[in-house]
């Protein structure tokens, strides 16, 4: 019992009771004296014994371990997701292993390797329709899309309400009086990107505003694409009065193009964005945008997950968040606020 690592039968030998009633009062089992599990909970403080989650959870069937990929680590988006689905699985006493795919080999093999040697008892995955990754999950497996609807698929997934949020921007931009707004999109393959299309689409239409494609320029979320996207306007001679891009990278893009021109914003042009990015606030002129909280979609995701795991909720759900419109300089001289 000097041990540094003591066992389980070293717990027995202290308890005088078996290896085999030890087991069970570690499992919970109720077929145990309550004098006997007392003094076996005693022995394993005493010793300071911690059971090896992993051979419990092989007992069990479980290996009380998620996985969540995403087509990257780096991104911040992913990062903020990825952060929450942690936090949550450990409040739920599981371990969640975060990988990366960068295209659906890959994401494949990666699959094949987690789920076909039972590594994990449940996926999230993170923009699944940026590729054809959504074609490679395991049948009758537990898994999430985050960021992403079902399709014809049979799914659960969690993401933002993205048709509402790139709403609410327009009409913010409208409710200015802005009636030339450009719109920079993300890869229109993503879902995301579809939806804040349809979103712009909309409040153009409810406002009586004609939608012009013309108006329409695709990015790939980074900064450079929202800057080329505003210089091509420039290129063209029809500068709009207002811009609303995707995401807040490429906010940040046309910002920097817009003083590159010597375009004054907000009195020249407005900017909005989608996230709140940390630096948001920080931007010349500060950005205004719709608030996203990542975290939570990833702690939903989980949530959702381990019901799914559990046996709670359907195989097919939709959960669907909103975000918050938080108004800086770069659509009003009044900005710092929300």
């Known amino acids: 019992m000097s041990t540094s690592h003591p066992t389980l039968r070293d717990v027995a030998r202290l308890a ?6 030890v087991s069970r009062v570690i499992n919970g089992s109720d077929d145990v004296l309550p004098e006997t599990r007392a003094t076996v909970e005693a022995a394993i403080e005493q010793l300071g014994y911690r059971p090896n989650a992993i051979a419990r959870s092989m007992a069990r069937g479980q290996t009380h371990t998620l996985a969540c990929i995403s ?3 780096t991104d ?7 952060e929450g689905a942690e936090v949550e699985a450990r409040q739920h006493d599981y371990f969640m292993l975060s990988s990366s795919a960068t295209d659906p080999k890959a994401f494949q093999a990666l699959v094949d390797e987690l789920v076909g040697h039972r590594r994990v008892d449940g996926l999230i995955v993170i923009n699944p329709y940026s590729d054809d990754r959504f074609l490679h999950l395991p049948e009758n497996f537990p898994v999430v899309f985050v960021g992403a609807r079902s399709h014809e698929k049979e799914i659960c997934s969690v993401s933002l309400d993205d048709e509402k949020v790139a709403y609410e921007a327009t009409r913010h931009l409208i409710s200015l009086g802005h009636t030339d707004i450009a719109l920079i999109t993300g890869p229109m393959e993503e879902d995301c990107s579809q939806d804040r299309a349809e979103g712009y689409r909309r409040a153009l239409q409810e406002a009586g505003i004609p939608y012009d494609e013309s108006r329409v320029l695709g990015g790939d979320w980074s900064a450079s694409s929202g800057q080329r996207a505003l210089l091509s306007f420039v290129e063209q001679g029809r500068v709009p009065t207002a811009v ?11 910002l920097r193009a817009a003083r590159d021109v010597n375009l004054k914003v907000p ?9 709140d990015m940390p630096l948001s606030s920080y931007f010349d002129p500060p950005l205004t945008t719709m608030r996203q909280d990542m975290p939570l979609i990833g702690q939903e995701a989980t949530r959702m997950l381990l019901e799914l795991i559990q046996k709670k909720i359907p195989a097919v759900r939709e959960l669907k968040l909103s975000a918050q419109l938080v108004v800086r300089n770069s659509t009003s001289d009044m900005g710092g606020g929300s």
């Not at 005088?16 to 009633?21: K, P």
């Not at 009195?267 to 996230?275: E, P, R, T």
């Open 16 to 21: 005088g009771v078996s290896h085999q009633t």
């Open 71 to 73: 087509p990257n680590l």
């Open 76 to 82: 911040y988006t992913f990062a903020s997701v990825i």
């Open 244 to 254: 609303f891009a995707q995401n807040d990278r490429m906010a940040l893009g046309v």
């Open 267 to 275: 009195s020249q042009l407005a900017v909005i964005g989608v996230d």
